[in-house]
């Protein structure tokens, strides 16, 4: 009975590489949201996807960021040539096809830990 | 536009006290709004969530929120803390286009002994 996977849980990098999140949505979900958490600024919404559809990328720094969310596979959070202002806690939720702002349920993962060098 | 604001950053309470964690927001209608608790290290899990109706509304492990319209508050309870109730705790409302959920920055919660 998984719940929203995330990996890999701990990921370092130095500046100027690339870094590459997954995320796999519980069973039954189709809708993938990305959050970033920085230390005492709470969860700062990223962008949602729908299988092969980006619906609502508002939150996205508009470079280095990138998101997908194939017919088959998991999400996937992309940031290319990493800074260290990149260095945060990422959460990947799902949620059934009725969204967030219908139910409110969005299942979170453990998150994914970026620390750039 | 939407927006939560949580007062408190930071709050300590001794083991078998009671419990107000505070939550404001703003909303151009009647929002939605929700509590959700992250334990270190974790994933944010849902405590509750109010719609419509009875504006009391009863969660998981004890907890409780009241929403109040005219004060633009939701704020969450529980009557009795216990030491495992350590851990982050974050309000949260619908974005305006209904796609996401926005969440306040969290009020961090100690339980003294």
């Known amino acids: 009975n998984a719940g929203v996977m995330q990996n890999p849980r701990h990921l370092v990098r130095r500046r100027g590489q690339e870094a590459r999140l997954r995320c796999s949505p519980m069973?039954?979900?189709?809708?993938v949201y990305w959050y970033r958490q920085l230390p005492e600024e709470g969860l700062k919404f990223m962008v949602y996807?729908?299988?092969?559809?980006?619906?609502?990328e508002s939150g996205m720094p508009k470079e280095r960021f990138s998101a997908e969310f194939p017919k088959e596979g998991p999400s996937i959070l992309r940031i290319q040539q990493v800074v260290r202002g990149d260095s945060a806690a990422y959460f990947c939720?799902?949620?059934?096809?009725?969204?967030?702002?219908?139910?409110?349920?969005?299942?979170f993962g453990e998150g994914s830990r970026l620390t750039v060098l | 536009a939407q927006s939560v604001t949580q007062p408190d950053i930071h709050i300590t309470v001794s083991e078998g006290a009671s419990l107000e964690l505070r939550c404001n927001y703003s909303?151009?209608?009647?929002?939605?709004l929700f509590w959700y608790v992250q334990s270190p290290g974790q994933g944010l899990q849902l405590l509750l969530k109010?719609?419509?109706?009875?504006?009391l509304v009863q969660g998981i492990k004890g907890f409780e929120a009241e929403f109040k319209r005219s004060q633009s508050s939701f704020n969450l309870r529980k009557p009795s803390v216990h030491w495992s109730d350590a851990a982050e705790y974050f309000c949260?409302?619908?974005?305006?286009?209904?796609?996401?959920?926005?969440f306040g920055k969290g009020t961090t919660l100690s339980v003294s002994s």
């Open positions: 939720a799902s949620s059934r096809p009725s969204g967030a702002g219908n139910t409110g349920e969005l299942f």
């Open positions: 069973k039954g979900h189709s809708h």
């Open positions: 996807l729908q299988k092969e559809n980006i619906i609502d």
């Open positions: 909303y151009g209608a009647t929002p939605y």
């Open positions: 109010y719609f419509s109706g009875d504006t």
């Open positions: 949260a409302v619908p974005n305006q286009a209904g796609t996401a959920l926005i």
